[in-house]
C-alpha cells in the first residue's frame, strides 16, 4: 500500500496562488491514478483533481476548473495541485488520495473510498 504526505497549505488570500504537493512511498506510486479532494467545515469531501499515472488524462470538479492544475512527477513520486485565482470558498482541508482505478477518484463516493489518503493540509483563503 502506498503512503500519502501532502505540504504546501497555508493561509492566503483571496485572488492569490499556491501550490500542493503530495509525496508518497511505499508501493511503486507511478502504477496509481491520483487525486486531490476537500472537505471543508461542515461539508462532504468533494473531489478536486485526477491524473492518469502517465499524466496524459486530468479530470477538474466544475468548482475549479480553469482555476487548479493538477500535474504529477513519477520520478519523485510526487503529486501537485497548483491553485490560481483563490476565492473564499477553496478554504478547506485539501486530501491527497490514490487508487488504481481513475473512475474511483473522479465519480467518488463515499462508500466506494480510495485506497490510500493523505492526512490533509489546510487552506485558508482570506477576504
Known amino acids: 500500500q502506498v503512503q500519502l504526505a501532502e505540504s504546501g497549505g497555508g493561509l492566503v488570500q483571496v485572488g492569490d496562488s499556491l501550490r500542493l504537493s503530495c509525496t508518497a512511498s511505499?508501493?511503486?506510486?507511478?502504477?496509481?491514478?491520483m487525486g486531490w479532494f476537500r472537505q471543508a467545515p461542515g461539508k462532504d469531501r468533494e473531489f478536486v483533481a485526477a491524473i492518469s499515472w502517465s499524466g496524459e488524462s486530468t479530470y477538474y470538479g466544475d468548482s475549479v476548473k480553469g482555476r487548479f492544475v493538477i500535474s504529477r512527477d513519477n520520478a519523485k513520486k510526487t503529486v501537485y495541485l497548483q491553485m490560481n485565482s483563490l476565492i473564499y470558498e477553496d478554504t478547506a482541508v485539501y486530501y491527497c488520495?490514490?487508487?488504481?482505478?481513475?473512475?474511483?477518484?473522479?465519480?467518488?463516493?463515499?462508500?466506494?473510498?480510495?485506497?490510500?489518503w493523505g492526512q490533509g493540509t489546510l487552506v485558508t483563503v482570506s477576504s
Open positions: 511505499g508501493r511503486s506510486f507511478s502504477s496509481y491514478q
Open positions: 488520495a490514490a487508487d488504481s482505478i481513475l473512475h474511483t477518484l473522479v465519480e467518488y463516493t463515499p462508500a466506494s473510498p480510495p485506497d490510500a
